[in-house]
Each structure stands twice: as structure tokens, then as C-alpha cells.
């Protein structure tokens, strides 16, 4: 029983003594890890779990006599030439340093003492699909899963540069007869463009082409009112002449001035004046007398026709003349401008149609000139004619009316 005693107090003494020695020994240490409440600590040990610490904190001055603990990096001092800048430690809510959490800027460590590399992102999958959008399944049952590629880093669009103002381009200089004229720019291809820089020959052909031209409508709008006023005056002294019985040479004298303008009033004139100078030689109103004043009644209002179917007639021949060789005139204008286009190409050794078509198109616009000024003298010459002519053969009705009343009257007064 003393033998028990003696071994179980012995065991108790030696577990004191080993725990009062391992007190002893870490004491040191953990005094030296532990942070002085009113003194930020040296830097801890970076804890790779532990959140980055905030990089405007202050960076922590260890504690006047205090150890560093083994496998600590002490503080290095600002002012020690070629130290590296301090580490800012953790700060938490109440701004004292965190424990365990590492200095900002200081790299995760592990537990080997190096550092801990950042883990690479988890790409992104996405279930493949058939083609009628369905998952496709995998042996397992599960879904088979691919890796959805990265977008494609989307280049900056290139600014594009800004275009030059353009420069303003300088008048055409043209000559019109020895006189200096300038062109705008921007009216080198209009119509008055293209006649002053045309040739002097081709700008005789336009220029006499556009006075035939203005004289053909002159002449044309002239005859136009013409006609319309002498048909209307005709119509009306016919109904006059017909609705009276009197005898020529009464009738004659009635006729007012406006009326005595058209042609059946100068017939009309011409046989009462024959008849009164027959009958101032004597009766003629039987025998070969009769006859005799008969054709004298007729060659007078012919002769009175004619005189008159000659106003009819004036300007019919410009109006020919001109739609007859307007055209051909104008040709002659444009052969004369593309040729001298051809010499153009052939002293500039180039092709270009830049170089040929202002020529070109100061030769056509001859052509054109000439083709306005031809259609509508043909055209209206046409209508002229037949309007014309309808006329004379109304006149001619109306000369054989005319003698039928002449025959009346000599029956009416031999009776």
C-alpha cells in the first residue's frame, strides 16, 4: 500500500514539474505573438482564408522592446535607406488592427511560405442541344455539358478621318468673239456653259439657228391669229351677203371697212366695178354683150383672189425653208464640234471620256438647236397648208356663187 502511495505522488509530481517547465518555455513566445493594447503589433502571420486588407489603413509600428516571433518578418523602417515601403495591417470597425488577417499589398502565404497563386476562374458550361433543341443525355443520365468559348474580345472601332473640305473650284474661262468671259463651276455643263465654251464656228451655227427659231414661232403665233380672225370676218360678211338682194354696186357700197379686208368683198368689189363700167358704154345685158361681161365678171374676181390668196400665203416659205434645213445645219454644227472633240483626245494622248465629252456636248447641243427650231416650222407649216387651202376652196365656192348672182341681176334688169 505505501508502495502505491509512494509511485501515484511521484507520477503527480512529475506531470506539475513538465507542465510548469512547458509554461516556463512558451511564455516568451506567446507574450511576444500577442498585440499591446495601446501599440499596434508587428505584422502577423498572413492567413491565406483571410480577406484582403484595406490598403488606406495605417501602416502598425511594432511595440517598444518587443520580440518578434520566430519566422516573422519585422517591421522594416521608413526611414532605413533602400527599406521597402511598410505593410498596411487589417483595420477593423473600431480601428485597431485585426488579428490574424494579412497587410494590405502583402500576398496570400501558405503554409509551406509561399505564395498562394490566385485560383483560376471555373469556365462556363452549358448543356449540349440536338437539333431540335432537346439536351442531349449521357450515359450516366446527366446531361452532357460543353464549355461555352470566351466572347471574342470586340476590337475598338476605328475613328474614321475627317474627309478634307473640299476646294472650291475656279470660274471656266471661255472666250465669246474676242471677249473674256468667265464660267461658274458649277454651270460648266449648262446650256449657256456649253454654248460659251463651244467653237466660234459651232457658236454661229447655234446663234443663227436660234434667231430662225424665234422668227419660225413669230411667225407661226402671227399666222395663227391670222387665219382665226379672217375666217370669223369671212363667215360673217358671207351671211350678210346672202341674207341681201341688193344689187352689186349697192352692195358693194355697204361694205364696211373691216369687212372690205377680206378677200369675197374684194371679189365682190371687182365685179360690181366691171359691171358699172360696161354699163357706161351701154346695155350689155343680152347677145355676146352678156357673155363678154360675164368673163370679165370672172377674170376680176380671180384677179381679186389672187392678190388676196398671196396674203394668205406670207411667211409659208420661211416656215419651209426653215424645217427643211434647220436639221441639217444643226448636223453640220455637231460634226464640226466632234471633230475638233477627236483633235482635242488626239494632242492630250488621252482617252478619258473627260476629255472628249464637252466637246461632244456642245456639237449635240447644235443638233438640238437645229431640231427645235425644224419640228415646229414643219409642223405648223403642214397645218398652214391645209388651213390654206380649205380657204381658197371656199373662195372658189363663193366666186361661183357670185357669178350666179351676176347672171340674175343682168336677167332682172334686160327684163
Given at each position: 500500500?505505501?508502495?502505491?502511495?509512494?509511485?501515484?505522488?511521484?507520477?503527480?509530481?512529475?506531470?506539475?514539474?513538465?507542465?510548469?517547465?512547458?509554461?516556463?518555455?512558451?511564455?516568451?513566445?506567446?507574450?511576444?505573438?500577442?498585440?499591446?493594447?495601446?501599440?499596434?503589433?508587428?505584422?502577423?502571420?498572413?492567413?491565406?482564408?483571410?480577406?484582403?486588407?484595406?490598403?488606406?489603413?495605417?501602416?502598425?509600428?511594432?511595440?517598444?522592446?518587443?520580440?518578434?516571433a520566430a519566422g516573422a518578418t519585422p517591421a522594416a523602417d521608413p526611414a532605413a535607406p533602400g527599406a521597402a515601403p511598410a505593410a498596411t495591417p487589417a483595420v477593423g470597425p473600431d480601428g485597431l488592427p485585426v488579428p490574424g488577417a494579412p497587410a494590405a499589398g502583402t500576398p496570400a502565404v501558405g503554409p509551406d511560405g509561399l505564395p498562394v497563386a490566385a485560383p483560376a476562374p471555373t469556365p462556363t458550361t452549358r448543356p449540349v442541344l440536338n437539333p431540335d433543341g432537346t439536351p442531349v443525355i449521357g450515359p450516366d443520365g446527366q446531361p452532357v455539358m460543353e464549355i461555352v468559348p470566351p466572347p471574342a474580345p470586340t476590337a475598338a472601332p476605328t475613328p474614321e478621318p475627317t474627309p478634307a473640305p473640299p476646294k472650291p473650284k475656279e470660274p471656266i474661262k471661255a472666250d465669246f468673239f474676242?471677249?473674256?468671259?468667265?464660267?461658274?463651276?458649277?454651270?460648266?455643263?449648262?446650256?449657256?456653259?456649253?454654248?460659251?465654251?463651244?467653237?466660234?464656228?459651232?457658236?454661229?451655227?447655234?446663234?443663227?439657228l436660234a434667231i430662225a427659231s424665234i422668227v419660225s414661232w413669230a411667225v407661226l403665233i402671227s399666222k395663227l391669229i391670222y387665219l382665226s380672225g379672217l375666217n370669223r370676218r369671212t363667215t360673217n360678211f358671207l351671211n350678210g351677203f346672202r341674207a341681201s338682194n341688193a344689187p352689186l354696186q349697192d352692195l358693194s357700197k355697204s361694205i364696211s371697212g373691216q369687212d372690205r379686208s377680206t378677200p369675197p368683198a374684194a371679189?365682190?368689189?371687182?365685179?360690181?366695178?366691171?359691171?358699172?363700167?360696161?354699163f357706161a358704154q351701154g346695155p350689155a345685158s343680152t347677145g355676146e354683150k352678156r357673155d363678154h361681161l360675164t368673163q370679165r365678171i370672172a377674170s376680176a374676181m380671180s384677179i381679186a383672189q389672187s392678190s388676196r390668196s398671196a396674203e394668205l400665203g406670207a411667211g409659208m416659205a420661211f416656215l419651209a425653208t426653215t424645217g427643211s434645213i434647220a436639221t441639217f445645219v444643226g448636223l453640220f454644227g455637231t460634226v464640226w464640234g466632234?471633230?475638233?472633240?477627236?483633235?482635242?483626245?488626239?494632242?492630250?494622248?488621252?482617252?478619258?471620256?473627260?476629255?472628249?465629252?464637252?466637246?461632244?456636248?456642245?456639237?449635240?447641243?447644235?443638233?438640238a438647236i437645229g431640231l427645235f427650231a425644224a419640228i415646229p416650222a414643219v409642223v405648223f407649216y403642214n397645218i398652214f397648208a391645209r388651213r390654206i387651202a380649205a380657204y381658197n376652196q371656199r373662195l372658189d365656192s363663193f366666186s361661183s356663187e357670185l357669178l350666179v348672182r351676176v347672171s340674175r341681176q343682168l336677167d332682172q334688169s334686160a327684163g
Amino acid at each position: 500500500m505505501t508502495d502505491v502511495r509512494f509511485a501515484s505522488r511521484l507520477v503527480r509530481g512529475m506531470a506539475a514539474g513538465a507542465i510548469f517547465v512547458g509554461l516556463t518555455v512558451a511564455s516568451p513566445a506567446v507574450y511576444a505573438q500577442t498585440p499591446a493594447p495601446a501599440t499596434p503589433a508587428a505584422t502577423p502571420a498572413a492567413d491565406p482564408a483571410a480577406p484582403a486588407a484595406d490598403p488606406a489603413a495605417p501602416a502598425a509600428a511594432p511595440a517598444a522592446g518587443a520580440t518578434p516571433a520566430a519566422g516573422a518578418t519585422p517591421a522594416a523602417d521608413p526611414a532605413a535607406p533602400g527599406a521597402a515601403p511598410a505593410a498596411t495591417p487589417a483595420v477593423g470597425p473600431d480601428g485597431l488592427p485585426v488579428p490574424g488577417a494579412p497587410a494590405a499589398g502583402t500576398p496570400a502565404v501558405g503554409p509551406d511560405g509561399l505564395p498562394v497563386a490566385a485560383p483560376a476562374p471555373t469556365p462556363t458550361t452549358r448543356p449540349v442541344l440536338n437539333p431540335d433543341g432537346t439536351p442531349v443525355i449521357g450515359p450516366d443520365g446527366q446531361p452532357v455539358m460543353e464549355i461555352v468559348p470566351p466572347p471574342a474580345p470586340t476590337a475598338a472601332p476605328t475613328p474614321e478621318p475627317t474627309p478634307a473640305p473640299p476646294k472650291p473650284k475656279e470660274p471656266i474661262k471661255a472666250d465669246f468673239f474676242g471677249i473674256p468671259v468667265l464660267i461658274p463651276a458649277d454651270q460648266e455643263y449648262s446650256l449657256w456653259g456649253l454654248f460659251m465654251i463651244a467653237h466660234p464656228v459651232v457658236k454661229v451655227v447655234m446663234i443663227g439657228l436660234a434667231i430662225a427659231s424665234i422668227v419660225s414661232w413669230a411667225v407661226l403665233i402671227s399666222k395663227l391669229i391670222y387665219l382665226s380672225g379672217l375666217n370669223r370676218r369671212t363667215t360673217n360678211f358671207l351671211n350678210g351677203f346672202r341674207a341681201s338682194n341688193a344689187p352689186l354696186q349697192d352692195l358693194s357700197k355697204s361694205i364696211s371697212g373691216q369687212d372690205r379686208s377680206t378677200p369675197p368683198a374684194a371679189m365682190v368689189e371687182a365685179a360690181a366695178n366691171e359691171i358699172d363700167l360696161t354699163f357706161a358704154q351701154g346695155p350689155a345685158s343680152t347677145g355676146e354683150k352678156r357673155d363678154h361681161l360675164t368673163q370679165r365678171i370672172a377674170s376680176a374676181m380671180s384677179i381679186a383672189q389672187s392678190s388676196r390668196s398671196a396674203e394668205l400665203g406670207a411667211g409659208m416659205a420661211f416656215l419651209a425653208t426653215t424645217g427643211s434645213i434647220a436639221t441639217f445645219v444643226g448636223l453640220f454644227g455637231t460634226v464640226w464640234g466632234i471633230m475638233y472633240s477627236f483633235i482635242g483626245i488626239a494632242q492630250s494622248k488621252s482617252t478619258n471620256l473627260a476629255v472628249v465629252a464637252p466637246g461632244i456636248a456642245e456639237a449635240l447641243l447644235a443638233t438640238a438647236i437645229g431640231l427645235f427650231a425644224a419640228i415646229p416650222a414643219v409642223v405648223f407649216y403642214n397645218i398652214f397648208a391645209r388651213r390654206i387651202a380649205a380657204y381658197n376652196q371656199r373662195l372658189d365656192s363663193f366666186s361661183s356663187e357670185l357669178l350666179v348672182r351676176v347672171s340674175r341681176q343682168l336677167d332682172q334688169s334686160a327684163g
